[in-house]
């Protein structure tokens, strides 16, 4: 019945903000995607609807060889009807953590495996309407041991040097959110 989807963590330090669920629930579950409703009491006193959806979350890879080409993918994706730029990205299993999705998706998808791995951070895509986290990870070291994507995956991969990337970004070429910020957090946090 009660999702309990929009209050805050006990000692966040955001309590003044909360939204307390008082009814609702999910309105439609499918193979993805999780979609709820809620009324939901207001900080000021008034109810509201929040319409949201539960997502598992994701790990996307930044997989960069040893001279600094960025190792990207071509996929038709549905919703927006054409082919889009993007970094290895995927689902985690039933409680796969998160750097074992990134290690999977990225040899799934790419054939590649990395020797060295290092979380760069987290990012929250559409916090209005989903409670999807995607974890960000950098990939060195790759060496080639074959692809095995999954049957219902089409894509191809390739590389760009890592300047030209940050160059379609710039021009909207790689638009995908989870890319650009990949991207741009090791363009901006790791030294070069």
């Not at 999780?34 to 996307?60: Q, T």
Request: aromatic share 8%.
């Amino acid at each position: 019945m009660s999702s309990g989807g929009g209050v805050p963590r006990p000692g966040s330090g955001d309590e003044r903000f909360a939204e307390v669920c008082l009814e609702g629930g999910e309105v439609y579950s499918g193979v993805l995607l999780h979609v709820h409703r809620d009324v939901v009491r207001l900080p000021n006193g008034r109810e509201a609807v929040r319409e949201y959806i539960r997502h598992p979350g994701a790990a996307v890879i930044v997989p960069l060889f040893d001279d600094e080409r960025v190792l990207l993918e071509r996929q038709f994706r549905y919703p927006h009807g054409r082919v889009m730029i993007e970094l290895p990205a995927g689902k985690p299993e039933p409680g796969e953590p998160h750097l074992e999705t990134a290690q999977r998706e990225l040899r799934e998808e790419t054939g590649y495996v990395a020797r060295d791995w290092t979380r760069l951070g987290v990012i929250h895509p559409a916090v209005a309407y989903t409670d999807e986290a995607i974890e960000i990870y950098l990939a060195r070291g790759l060496e080639q041991r074959g692809a095995r994507p999954d049957d219902d995956e089409v894509l191809e991969t390739f590389s760009l040097p890592f300047g030209e990337a940050l160059d379609w970004v710039a021009q909207g070429r790689i638009s995908d959110a989870k890319s650009v910020a990949g991207l741009l957090w090791v363009r901006t946090f790791l030294p070069r």
